[in-house]
């Protein structure tokens, strides 16, 4: 929908700064060519992002620092003042930029049983990785399963299914309600991407049609329902 004069179109720009405080480049695009695609998307991202769910402010924000520096995303600084303004301080930072840089080199562990398995039958790849895992977690004071949603999260925006499907299975069995593992995967909507956070819900789906995981029975009718259509 283009707009018919200059003053119309600072009409529309001004009221979304106005709104936010701040213009980014796609606001101010939307709102002169696609009011209603803006309309939209602030739904969306109201929903996801402002709207509370079931994670805390800290374990929120916590996971959204972990999606952003593994996509590099330098622009939704926002997340950052959240975090801040959650109790974090730099120390809580630390702790997730060096969750998502263990989650980075993961590919190191999966090294040697890639192709050298034969050489080392006893090398045990998850085994080495979940003792990293585990040092991290008893060296934080963050509780285990906000770790663990954390790197599912950052695996997802990763594609690494692999480890994906560990954090899963390990936020089962530190009985992790299963809304806030969906609330921490669904932030790799935006970053990540929307097909990332499709691969993933994928993942999950079928990790509990293969009972590798034991679900409530609304999450069992969400794997099981028969899904039809394209894919």
């Given at each position: 929908m283009p707009t018919d004069t200059n003053a119309d179109a600072l009409k529309r720009l001004e009221a979304v700064k106005a709104k936010r405080g701040y213009l980014l480049p796609h606001h101010g695009l939307m709102a002169l060519t696609a009011p209603q695609l803006l309309e939209?998307?602030?739904?969306?991202?109201?929903?996801?992002?402002?709207?509370?769910?079931?994670?805390?402010?800290?374990?929120?924000?916590?996971?959204?620092?972990?999606?952003?520096?593994?996509?590099?995303?330098?622009?939704?600084?926002?997340?950052?003042?959240?975090?801040?303004?959650?109790g974090a301080d730099k120390d809580s930072i630390d702790l997730i930029v060096r969750l998502t840089a263990l989650a980075e080199g993961v590919g190191a562990f999966a090294f040697i049983s890639d192709h050298w398995q034969h050489h080392l039958p006893a090398y045990d790849r998850k085994a080495l990785y979940f003792q990293s895992i585990a040092a991290f977690c008893a060296a934080s004071p963050l509780r285990a399963g906000l770790v663990h949603m954390a790197l599912a999260?950052?695996?997802?925006?990763?594609?690494?299914?692999?480890?994906?499907?560990?954090?899963i299975a390990?936020?089962?069995?530190?009985?992790?309600?299963?809304?806030e593992l969906a609330e921490a995967l669904s932030y790799v909507m935006f970053s990540g991407s929307v097909?990332?956070?499709?691969?993933?819900?994928?993942?999950?789906?079928?990790?509990?049609?293969?009972?590798?995981?034991?679900?409530?029975?609304?999450?069992?009718?969400w794997a099981e329902m028969d899904q039809g259509g394209p894919g």
């Open positions: 939209g998307y602030d739904a969306c991202y109201t929903a996801l992002t402002l709207v509370p769910r079931t994670l805390s402010e800290h374990d929120r924000e916590f996971v959204w620092l972990g999606v952003l520096t593994a996509r590099r995303e330098h622009i939704a600084s926002q997340h950052l003042v959240k975090f801040l303004k959650a999260a950052i695996y997802g925006c990763l594609q690494r299914v692999t480890e994906l499907q560990w954090h390990e936020c089962y069995r530190l009985e992790v309600p299963e809304p097909p990332f956070f499709i691969e993933a819900c994928g993942v999950w789906q079928q990790m509990i049609r293969n009972a590798e995981v034991t679900p409530s029975a609304p999450f069992k009718l």
